[in-house]
C-alpha cells in the first residue's frame, strides 16, 4: 500500500508539471518590488508558543526508563510540556539606487535550534545586485533554493512544525563527528556526547546565486537560481574546500494578487550537491568527507478557499540519523544490565552513505473568512540502504538502521488580522524500524512515540 501511495504521488507531480503552476519565494526575499531612491523597513515577527506530549519515556535499550528524546520539547530537550517564544525575528531590509541594490538583514532572539547553541544570532545578510538584464546576482548569508517548506517564510507557513523529510533531510544539524562519541582528550571515547557544534542549518548558506523571473503574457512565469555556498550552515567559518551547488527551476500560472499569498499554481524541481567533512568518524579523529545530495519535486495551489501542496524529496549520502537509542544528546546510560565500562553517552548520528526518502500532501481549506482548517500527511523513509551501505550503523544498538516515520496533523489557523493569527496543530505521530522484528528494541523503542500539540500566536511587526 505505501508504494501505490508513492508511485501515485509522483505521478500527480508529474502530471502537474505539464501545466504552468504559488509564490516565487526567490524573487520575494531576494528583491524589493517597488523602486524607490532609497528606502528601508524594519520588520519582524513574535511567536510565542505552548506545546506538549505525554512524555513517555523510552522502554528498552541502554537508556530504558529515561527520557526519549522525540518526546521533549525543543530546543532545550528538558521537559515535555512547555511554554516558549519559539521565534523572535527582528530584521531590516531595503533598496538603494532605485533598487539597484536591494539588502536584507535579519536576527533570531527566540529559542530554538537557531539559537539554543550560542544565544542570538545572524541568520540572513545578504545584498542583491541588479544591474545585469534577465540576471540578478545575490551575495551574502540566505535561504538557499530547494523545497517549498523549507524555502517558505516562516512567518507564512501554516503549520507549527515541518514535516518529516523537511525536518530529517534538509533542516541540517552540524556536529564535529558521527555514530559514537568524540575522544575527550584523556584517551577515552565513553563521556563525550557528540552534539550540535552551533546553530542548525536553517536552510541556509553563505554564498552567491544567480536568478531570475520571467513572465509572458498569459500571467505564466517561469523561475531559475543557481546557488554556489559553503554548505556549513550559518554563522561559522567553511570547514573544507568544497562548495555546494544548488539548481531550483519553477513555473506558475499566476491568478492575480501580489505578496506571499497570492493565489497560483506551481511545480518546481530543485536539486543539491555538496560535500561534508566530519572531523571525528567513529570516536576516530579522520577530517573525513561525505557526500550530502538532496533532490526534490513539488506542486503548490491556492485560490479562493483552498491551497494544496506536494513534495517528494529523495537524500543520498550524509543522512541525519538522530540521536543514540533515542535518548536525549548528552544523557549518560544507567542500564544495571551493562557493564559500568562499556556505558555510554547519548550522541547525535549520521548515516554516513546511505538514502532515504519522503513525501508529504498538505490540504487547508477555509471554512470561514477568518478560519482554516487543515490536514497533512506526511512519510519519510530514512536509511533504506540497510546495513549494507557504509556507515550503516543503528543507533539503537543491532539490526537494520531503516526507520519510517508517519505523522498525520489536523490543524486549524484563526486570522485575527493580516498580520496576527493563532494556529492550533495536533500531530498523531508513529514510526517503526520496517526491518526488524515487533519485539526489537529499535520498535520497543519507536513505539513509546507520543502525539504532539503546539499552539502559537504569530504577529508581524
Not at 200 to 206: K, T
Request: cysteine-free.
Amino acid at each position: 500500500m505505501k508504494r501505490k501511495i508513492q508511485m501515485a504521488l509522483i505521478g500527480t507531480l508529474i502530471l502537474a508539471s505539464q501545466y504552468s503552476f504559488a509564490v516565487d519565494w526567490v524573487s520575494l526575499q531576494g528583491l524589493e518590488m517597488v523602486k524607490k531612491e532609497n528606502a528601508v523597513k524594519i520588520w519582524g515577527f513574535l511567536e510565542p508558543e505552548y506545546a506538549y506530549t505525554d512524555g513517555s519515556e523510552l522502554k528498552a535499550g541502554p537508556y530504558a526508563g529515561q527520557e526519549a528524546a522525540f518526546n521533549q520539547i525543543l530546543p532545550k530537550n528538558a521537559t515535555n510540556s512547555t511554554f516558549n517564544v519559539f521565534r523572535a525575528r527582528l530584521g531590516v531590509r531595503g533598496q538603494w539606487d532605485y533598487n539597484k541594490i536591494n539588502y536584507f538583514f535579519l536576527t533570531e532572539f527566540g529559542s530554538n535550534g537557531i539559537t539554543v547553541k550560542d544565544g542570538p544570532q545572524l541568520t540572513d545578510a545578504s545584498v542583491t545586485l541588479n544591474y545585469i538584464k534577465n540576471m540578478h546576482i545575490r551575495f551574502g548569508q540566505f535561504k538557499s533554493p530547494q523545497g517549498n517548506e523549507a524555502q517558505k517564510a516562516i512567518h507564512i507557513f501554516d503549520w507549527n512544525r515541518f514535516s518529516n523529510a523537511t525536518d530529517r533531510l534538509l533542516l541540517e544539524r552540524f556536529t564535529d563527528g558521527n555514530n559514537g562519541l568524540r575522544p575527550n582528550g584523556a584517551g577515552g571515547t565513553n563521556d563525550v556526547a557528540n552534539g550540535l557544534n552551533g546553530p542548525v542549518g536553517a536552510f541556509r548558506d553563505v554564498g552567491v546565486q544567480v536568478f531570475n523571473t520571467f513572465t509572458n503574457d498569459k500571467n505564466r512565469e517561469f523561475t531559475y537560481a543557481v546557488m554556489l555556498g559553503n554548505g556549513n550552515g550559518i554563522s561559522r567559518a567553511d570547514n573544507d574546500s568544497n562548495k555546494d551547488v544548488y539548481i531550483l527551476l519553477s513555473t506558475e500560472k499566476v491568478y492575480g494578487g501580489r505578496g506571499p499569498r497570492r493565489p497560483g499554481f506551481k511545480t518546481y524541481a530543485w536539486l543539491i550537491d555538496g560535500k561534508r567533512t566530519l572531523r571525528y568518524v567513529n570516536g576516530v579523529e579522520k577530517y573525513q568527507e561525505f557526500d550530502r545530495k538532496r533532490y526534490g519535486i513539488g506542486t503548490t495551489y491556492r485560490k479562493n478557499k483552498v491551497r494544496f501542496s506536494a513534495e517528494y524529496v529523495w537524500a543520498d549520502g550524509m543522512i541525519f540519523n538522530g540521536s543514540e537509542g533515542g535518548a536525549v544528546p548528552g544523557t549518560l546510560a544507567n542500564n544495571p544490565n551493562i557493564p559500568v565500562a562499556n556505558l555510554r553517552t547519548a550522541s547525535l548520528n549520521y548515516l554516513t552513505d546511505n538514502k532515504s526518502n519522503g513525501y508529504q500532501l498538505d490540504f487547508g481549506y477555509k471554512v470561514m473568512p477568518k478560519l482554516e482548517l487543515a490536514a497533512r500527511y506526511d512519510v519519510l523513509n530514512n536509511g533504506t540502504e540497510g546495513l549494507g551501505a557504509p556507515g550503516g550503523v543503528d543507533p539503537a544498538g543491532g539490526g537494520d538502521p531503516e526507520r519510517t516515520f508517519t505523522t498525520f496533523a489536523v490543524g486549524a489557523q484563526y486570522f485575527f488580522s493580516k498580520k496576527t493569527r493563532a494556529i492550533f496543530n495536533f500531530e498523531f505521530r508513529d514510526a517503526e524500524a520496517p526491518n526488524q522484528a515487533n519485539d526489537s528494541n529499535a520498535n520497543k523503542i519507536l513505539d513509546g512515540m507520543d502525539n504532539r500539540l503546539t499552539f502559537q500566536i504569530l504577529h508581524i511587526f
